[in-house]
């Protein structure tokens, strides 16, 4: 199975060095290595809501996870 999934495993790490890739991991990795503490009250979340870079990060999250789904479900 490895050798017929090279060229795809190549293309995919291609994919993951990609510096707008590797700095969303990197911003990443530094919010959830902070030790403030999160509100997670509803009225907390709905305000966060009002954030551009909340509504952008919570679509990119939804797509990410219907792109899983739709790959659970072809196999």
Not at 17 to 22: F, V
Not at 33 to 40: A, N
Request: aromatic share 0%.
């Amino acid at each position: 199975q490895l050798s017929d999934n090279v060229v795809l495993i190549l293309q995919t790490v291609k994919e993951m060095t990609q510096p707008e890739i590797m700095n969303m991991l990197s911003n990443t990795a530094h919010s959830l290595q902070d030790e403030e503490p999160v509100d997670t009250s509803i009225m907390s979340i709905v305000r966060q809501l009002n954030d551009p870079a909340v509504r952008k990060g919570l679509a990119k999250t939804l797509s990410v996870l219907k792109s899983v789904g739709d790959t659970q479900q072809k196999s």
